[in-house]
C-alpha cells in the first residue's frame, strides 16, 4: 500500500469485504467460537477426553507447554504418548507388586484371597502404553517427595481403595514404629512420621454435602445433595499438597437426581428433582470453585479420576444373560469395548466444565483401561455387610460384588499412572 493515501484505501477495501460477505464472516467467527469452547466436548461424546491433556484455562496444548510449570514435574512424558491407550500385558516378574497378607491396611472388603478367591491371575498384569513405557513406580521417590506434606485422595470406597493402593506400595519403606494410621470420622490419615508426611483418605462420595456423608451408615437409596455445599467438606481439604478427586457411582441412581435448595436442617426442605448430567455438572463446577479458590498452582497438583467401570452386565462383553463379574477370570480383549454402565454423557460434562479451571486439573482417565478388566473385582470373595440367606448361596452372581477391586491388582495400576503424571506431566 502507498503512502499517499492509506485510509481511504483501507476503508474503501474493508467497505467492499463487509458488503461482500458479512453472512460468511459471522458464520466463520461462530464456528471458531464454539470450536475453542467446546473442543474437548466433542471428543467425550466418542468415549473420553484427550487422556495428556492438563486442563487449564488455555485451550490450546502447544500453550500450555510453554507457560505451565507443574508443581512436582521432573520430566514429561515422551512426546505424543497417551499413557491412557494401551492393553494389558501378563507379567509374572513384576507383579504383584506386594503381596495382600504383608499389607495390613486393605480393608476386610478387598481382601479376596483371604476370602477364598481360588485363583490369583487378576494380579499378574501390567499396562502397557501403546507408543511409549509408562514410568515406573519408585516408592523411595514419592516418600522423599511427601516429605514435610499432604497427599489427599477425596471421594467415595472406590478412591478409598486407591488410597490403600498407595499405602501398601510404600509402607514397606517405612520402619514399624515409623507409621501409623488412624480414622476419625470421614477421615482416614497414614502417616509416615520420619518423613513428616500423611497419605490421606476423606470420606464424600458427592463431594458436595449430602444424605449419605456418614463414612460407615451410608446405604441410602433415596439420595440428597445440597447445593451449593462444597465447603462443608473443603474445610477439611485446604492445606494439601496432592489432591486426588473422584466422584462418580453415587451419582448413577437412574435419570434423575435429587437436589436440596437450602439446608438439611431447615424443617420443610425445598428438593428439586434435576437430570442426573445436571447435578454432576452442579458437583463439577462447585468443585471447580473450590479448586480455583483454595490451591496454589505453583506449589499443589490436582487430579481427577475418571469413572470406575462395573461389570454387572454380561450381555455388555457378549456373555449370558444374568452373568456378571462372578467367575470371570480373563479379560475383554475387544479394544473398542465400553461398558454400559459409563456413561459418556458425563465424560462430556467432565469435559464442558474442567476446562475452565484456572488451576491445572490432570485428568487421571482410568475408564478405558479398567472396562477390560472384569476379572479383577472382589466379587464374593470379600467379608458380606450381612449373612448370607440360602437363595444368595446358591446363586453366587445374586451377591457379587462388581464395583470394588481386589488389592492387590487394578488399582495399584490408577496409582502408577498418577505416579507417572505426577512426576512426568
Known amino acids: 500500500m502507498k503512502p499517499s493515501s492509506p485510509i481511504s484505501l483501507a476503508t474503501s477495501s474493508l467497505a467492499r469485504k463487509t458488503r461482500l460477505s458479512p453472512y460468511l464472516f459471522t458464520l466463520l467467527a461462530f464456528i471458531l467460537f464454539v470450536s475453542v469452547l467446546y473442543g474437548e466436548d466433542f471428543m467425550c461424546m466418542f468415549g473420553q477426553l484427550e487422556p495428556n491433556f492438563v486442563l487449564t484455562p488455555s485451550r490450546t496444548p502447544e500453550k500450555n507447554k510453554k507457560t505451565e510449570k507443574l508443581a512436582f514435574a521432573i520430566g514429561k512424558t515422551e512426546e505424543r504418548c497417551d499413557v491412557f491407550s494401551g492393553k494389558w500385558v501378563r507379567d509374572e516378574i513384576s507383579r504383584p507388586q506386594y503381596e495382600e497378607w504383608e499389607c495390613p491396611y486393605i480393608q476386610p472388603q478387598l481382601t479376596c484371597q483371604e476370602h477364598g478367591r481360588p485363583d490369583k491371575d487378576y494380579q499378574f498384569w501390567r499396562w502397557q502404553p501403546n507408543q511409549c513405557d509408562l514410568a515406573t513406580f519408585n516408592a523411595t521417590l514419592m516418600l522423599e517427595t511427601l516429605r514435610g506434606k499432604r497427599m489427599m485422595y477425596v471421594g467415595d470406597s472406590l478412591n478409598r481403595g486407591m488410597f490403600v493402593s498407595m499405602v501398601c506400595l510404600l509402607h ?16 482416614t490419615v497414614f502417616t509416615a512420621k520420619e518423613y513428616n508426611a500423611t497419605i490421606e483418605f476423606y470420606w464424600a462420595p458427592f463431594l458436595l454435602e449430602s ?11 433415596d439420595r440428597v445433595v445440597r447445593k451449593g455445599s462444597i465447603n462443608k467438606h473443603g474445610r477439611h481439604w485446604k492445606g494439601v499438597d496432592i489432591i486426588i478427586f473422584n466422584t462418580y457411582l453415587w451419582w448413577m441412581t437412574g435419570l434423575k437426581m435429587n437436589i436440596l435448595q437450602g439446608s438439611f436442617d431447615d424443617k420443610e426442605k425445598n428438593i428439586v428433582e434435576v437430570s442426573t448430567e445436571d447435578a454432576y455438572r452442579l458437583g463439577m463446577k462447585s468443585m471447580l470453585r473450590w479448586v480455583n479458590n483454595n490451591m496454589d498452582r505453583k506449589k499443589t497438583r490436582v487430579f481427577f479420576t475418571s469413572m470406575s467401570p462395573t461389570h454387572a452386565k454380561g450381555i455388555d462383553w457378549g456373555g449370558e444373560p444374568g452373568e456378571n463379574c462372578y467367575n470371570q477370570t480373563t479379560l475383554i480383549e475387544d479394544p473398542s469395548y465400553w461398558g454400559s454402565d459409563s456413561r459418556k454423557s458425563i465424560m462430556k460434562v467432565i469435559g464442558e466444565v474442567f ?10 482417565n482410568i475408564t478405558q483401561m479398567s472396562n477390560y478388566r ?35 491388582g487394578l488399582q495399584d495400576t490408577w496409582n502408577e499412572l498418577l505416579f507417572a503424571k505426577l512426576f512426568y506431566p
Open 211 to 221: 444424605n449419605s456423608d456418614d463414612a460407615i451408615v451410608h446405604r441410602i437409596s
Open 374 to 408: 472384569k476379572d479383577a473385582h472382589t466379587s464374593i470373595y470379600k467379608k458380606q455387610w450381612s449373612p448370607l440367606t440360602a437363595e444368595q448361596r446358591e446363586n453366587p452372581t445374586s451377591y457379587a460384588d462388581c464395583v470394588h477391586w481386589c488389592l492387590p
Open 355 to 364: 476446562g475452565r479451571s484456572k488451576t491445572p486439573i490432570t485428568f487421571l
Open 172 to 187: 514397606r519403606l517405612i520402619p514399624e514404629d515409623q507409621k501409623s494410621i488412624k480414622t476419625n470420622g470421614s477421615l
